[in-house]
């Protein structure tokens, strides 16, 4: 048996190391996004967040670790000159989307609404991968965020349901034809963020006491779990074309939001 071999056979320790490296989170200025920024920076990377607004770090203490960047992820032009100007990187997330529930119910004649949620979610995460994937170190890495609905629907949330699983489907099949570069997706449940703020404090206290109550995991989760998650899927060297689940086990109850 050469070194090599010797070397592949050889069990190595697990690191969640990511001194040296450089990882951009796309929708990493607030909720989901910033806890996969704050995980990787954490774990020793150096990290770029990117997203339509430019928060003052004077207003912002948390964004101070990270250098920031304005992209509009619907803007293909924007997306293609921003990933040309970072040039080499190792590891990419994509967390953004957008949050404002405007995609309407399936019935609605108008489909603008489903049109522009599908373009910037979906397409929106293609052209980040598709403009980033040759900057990207063939040791490194691209993750994807969904969530819970794209394995349990819900009725009147159809085209996020759609959208997540083409997501899914995205990083599987870039997971085959990036290789060597692993593409995976994290699935959320739910999670503690500003998504969530149109609800009332009644209405939200009585959310997580239902979620204290039917979740599995007794609690809501936090954006700091999330970027748990992407930590171990930008470091573990075997996994690609995944989906993990970070829900505190949401779609296995029966449990109606
Ligand atoms: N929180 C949950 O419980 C939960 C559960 C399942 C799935 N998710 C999904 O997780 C993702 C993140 O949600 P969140 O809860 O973290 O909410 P959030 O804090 O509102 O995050 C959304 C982020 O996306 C960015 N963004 C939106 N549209 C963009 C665009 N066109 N170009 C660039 N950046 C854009 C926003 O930044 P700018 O406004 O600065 O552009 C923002 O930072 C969403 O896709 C959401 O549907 C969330």
Same mark, same amino acid.
């Given at each position: 048996?050469?070194?090599?071999?010797?070397?592949?056979?050889?069990?190595?320790?697990?690191?969640?190391?990511?001194?040296?490296?450089?990882?951009?989170?796309?929708?990493?200025?607030?909720?989901?996004?910033?806890?996969?920024?704050?995980?990787?920076?954490?774990?020793?990377?150096?990290?770029?967040?990117?997203?339509?607004?430019?928060?003052?770090?004077?207003?912002?203490?948390?964004?101070?670790?990270?250098?920031?960047?304005?992209?509009?992820?619907?803007?293909?032009?924007?997306?293609?000159?921003?990933?040309?100007?970072?040039?080499?990187?190792?590891?990419?997330?994509?967390?953004?989307?957008?949050?404002?529930?405007?995609?309407?119910?399936?019935?609605?004649?108008?489909?603008?609404?489903?049109?522009?949620?599908?373009? +910037?979610? /979906?397409?929106?995460?293609? %052209?980040? *991968? #598709?403009?980033? !994937?040759?900057? &990207?170190?063939?040791?490194?890495?691209?993750?994807?965020?969904?969530?819970?609905?794209?394995?349990?629907?819900?009725?009147?949330?159809?085209?996020?349901? +759609?959208? /997540?699983?083409?997501?899914? %489907?995205? *990083? #599987?099949?870039? !997971?085959?034809? &990036?290789?060597?570069?692993?593409?995976?997706?994290?699935?959320?449940?739910?999670?503690?963020?500003?998504?969530?703020?149109?609800?009332?404090?009644?209405?939200?206290?009585?959310?997580?006491?239902?979620?204290?109550?039917?979740?599995? !995991?007794?609690?809501?989760?936090?954006?700091?779990?999330?970027?748990?998650?992407?930590?171990?899927?930008?470091?573990?060297?075997?996994?690609?074309?995944?989906?993990?689940?970070?829900?505190?086990?949401?779609?296995?109850?029966?449990?109606?939001?």
């Amino acid at each position: 048996m050469t070194t090599s071999q010797n070397e592949l056979k050889r069990p190595h320790s697990p690191s969640y190391d990511l001194t040296g490296k450089r990882v951009v989170v796309v929708g990493g200025k607030t909720g989901i996004g910033l806890g996969m920024a704050q995980a990787a920076h954490a774990a020793g990377a150096s990290v770029t967040v990117a997203s339509r607004r430019s928060p003052s770090v004077a207003n912002h203490p948390e964004l101070a670790p990270f250098e920031q960047l304005v992209l509009d992820i619907g803007d293909e032009d924007a997306v293609r000159a921003t990933f040309g100007a970072i040039g080499r990187l190792d590891h990419l997330l994509v967390a953004a989307g957008p949050t404002d529930g405007s995609w309407g119910a399936f019935m609605d004649e108008d489909m603008r609404g489903v049109r522009s949620y599908a373009d +910037s979610k /979906f397409l929106g995460s293609w %052209a980040c *991968a #598709r403009y980033a !994937a040759p900057k &990207l170190s063939s040791e490194g890495s691209i993750t994807f965020l969904t969530g819970g609905i794209a394995a349990r629907p819900k009725i009147g949330m159809t085209a996020v349901t +759609s959208t /997540f699983a083409a997501v899914e %489907a995205l *990083a #599987r099949s870039l !997971a085959l034809e &990036l290789g060597p570069i692993r593409v995976n997706a994290i699935r959320p449940g739910f999670i503690d963020t500003d998504l969530w703020n149109f609800l009332s404090p009644t209405d939200a206290a009585d959310v997580r006491e239902r979620v204290r109550d039917n979740f599995p !995991a007794r609690r809501i989760g936090y954006p700091a779990d999330v970027g748990h998650a992407a930590v171990f899927l930008m470091t573990n060297p075997y996994v690609t074309g995944t989906v993990l689940e970070v829900s505190g086990g949401e779609t296995l109850v029966d449990w109606q939001f």
